[in-house]
């Protein structure tokens, strides 16, 4: 199994308390320290506004942050869980996405998605286009990105967009361009897409969701005549590792208390609700994770991306996870 490691952005109140000055340092200092390890990736989410609802406290812009860590880092790939197409033109997203790559040699992903976070949306000016159109955009955006990274040129006369002999040069360094990831588990269409062009997918991370879109990709691949085997699964977890079930206790209750200032006790409570679910694949010790990934390995997941909550304030979980979860199923 493959491993790729959230940098906190702010996006899910994962910054606070830090001051903006301060958090730079806090985020690339994660992304070296993952750099100089044992995980394959590192990743951050496209957004601008926070959940679990908007508020004034920072949330870092994605592309900028590949860049950065581009110019940072020497080893780890780089990617975005994930880009919504709808925020960028895909022409410029293309270019924008090439140039991080050069600069990191070679080493970024395109994670790319349909959007969803409405308010964010319609904030930004973006309206909120429904479902069919939005995905739509997806599809039309992710053919002018493979024209453009194979070829150096795209033409697209779409419903949505339109290129005419747009020239993309230089080509990434990547051979085939950019890796695509298709996120989002759809089942008509997201899933469509992903069976016509993906490298890998992202979607449901819990054993009968994961079973169940992997299911409905491979009989998309088969409609297509793509090859499914080929595709890599991947899906996120939320992480919160300790050795013992009462330092896993401990840790919730620290992370609570450090989002309750933001949210509310209210907020707080139902923020903590998908870490204390009783099916939250990633809260355990290292035993109890291990187990759960190992049921997923079998289930076809080959790539596992987690996010943990504390990192900005505490890497003990995460050096736990390298030295105890990664081991055992890499």
């Given at each position: 199994m493959r491993f790729g490691l959230f940098v906190p952005q702010g996006w899910r109140h994962d910054l606070v308390g830090i001051e903006p000055a301060a958090q730079w340092?806090?985020?690339?200092?994660?992304?070296?320290?993952?750099?100089?390890?044992?995980?394959?990736?590192?990743?951050?989410?496209?957004?601008?506004?926070?959940?679990?609802?908007?508020?004034?406290?920072?949330?870092?812009?994605?592309?900028?942050?590949?860049?950065?860590?581009?110019?940072?880092?020497?080893?780890?790939?780089?990617?975005?869980?994930?880009?919504?197409?709808?925020?960028?033109?895909?022409g410029y997203l293309a270019k924008v996405a090439t140039t991080a790559d050069i600069i990191s040699g070679g080493r970024v992903e395109m994670g790319i998605g349909a959007g969803w976070y409405e308010h964010e949306w319609r904030a930004y000016g973006y309206g909120y286009p429904r479902a069919g159109e939005r995905l739509a955009r997806l599809d039309e955006g992710v053919q002018i990105m493979k024209q453009a990274w194979t070829t150096g040129t795209?033409?697209?006369?779409?419903?949505?967009?339109?290129?005419?002999?747009?020239?993309?040069?230089?080509?990434?360094?990547?051979?085939?361009?950019?890796?695509?990831?298709?996120?989002?588990?759809?089942?008509?269409?997201?899933?469509?897409?992903?069976?016509?062009?993906?490298?890998?997918?992202?979607?449901?991370?819990?054993?009968?969701?994961?079973?169940?879109?992997?299911?409905?990709?491979?009989?998309?691949?088969?409609?297509?005549?793509?090859?499914?085997?080929?595709?890599?699964?991947?899906?996120?977890?939320n992480t919160v590792i300790g050795a013992t079930e009462a330092e896993v206790a401990e840790r919730l209750e620290a992370i609570e208390a450090r989002v309750t200032p933001y949210l509310g006790a209210e907020g707080a409570a139902a923020f903590m609700a998908e870490y204390r679910?009783?099916?939250?694949?990633?809260?355990?010790?290292?035993?109890?994770?291990?187990?759960?990934?190992?049921a997923m390995k079998k289930r076809g997941l080959g790539y596992a991306i987690h996010y943990f909550p504390e990192a900005a304030y505490d890497r003990s979980g995460i050096e736990l996870f390298e030295r105890e979860v990664m081991p055992a199923l890499s």
């Open positions: 340092a806090t985020m690339s200092g994660l992304a070296a320290h993952a750099d100089a390890g044992a995980w394959e990736s590192i990743w951050v989410y496209d957004h601008f506004h926070t959940v679990p609802v908007p508020s004034e406290q920072a949330t870092h812009e994605a592309w900028s942050l590949m860049s950065a860590f581009a110019a940072t880092t020497k080893r780890v790939r780089l990617g975005q869980m994930c880009t919504c197409m709808s925020y960028r033109n895909p795209a033409t697209l006369d779409g419903a949505h967009y339109q290129m005419d002999g747009a020239i993309f040069q230089p080509l990434p360094l990547q051979e085939g361009g950019i890796p695509i990831w298709i996120a989002g588990g759809g089942e008509k269409v997201t899933l469509r897409i992903a069976a016509q062009y993906a490298d890998y997918t992202n979607f449901d991370g819990s054993p009968e969701g994961f079973s169940h879109k992997s299911a409905l990709l491979a009989e998309h691949c088969s409609a297509q005549g793509t090859d499914f085997d080929r595709i890599v699964r991947s899906a996120n977890y679910d009783g099916d939250a694949q990633g809260v355990g010790t290292p035993e109890q994770i291990v187990e759960r990934l190992t």
